[in-house]
């Protein structure tokens, strides 16, 4: 397992299925990398070795694509809590 419970130590599998994740979200390719790459380094607390490609993606897993859910869903709850829109 990776530094949380339930991810796949295939960072590189985790990646390409994290930027799927954020084509699916964002609205640019260059705000989905953004996206892959944040998610990417919640997940295992680095920046990814791997280079960005949104050709290589791949459908994510139910644990990627809940701890995806999951990250968004606290990231909304703090920046409710300060005041700001997320």
Known sequence: M????GI???QSRTLSQ???RGYEIKQNDFQAEKF???QYRNLY???PQNKYSHE???EPRNEVRNKVRSNLIAYRHRMT???RSA
């Open 45 to 47: 607390g680095v920046w």
């Open 2 to 5: 990776g530094r949380r419970s």
């Open 36 to 38: 892959a790459l944040a």
């Open 8 to 10: 796949d130590t295939n």
């Open 81 to 83: 809590k300060q005041g």
């Open 18 to 20: 994290s930027t799927l």
């Open 56 to 58: 290589l993606m791949q």
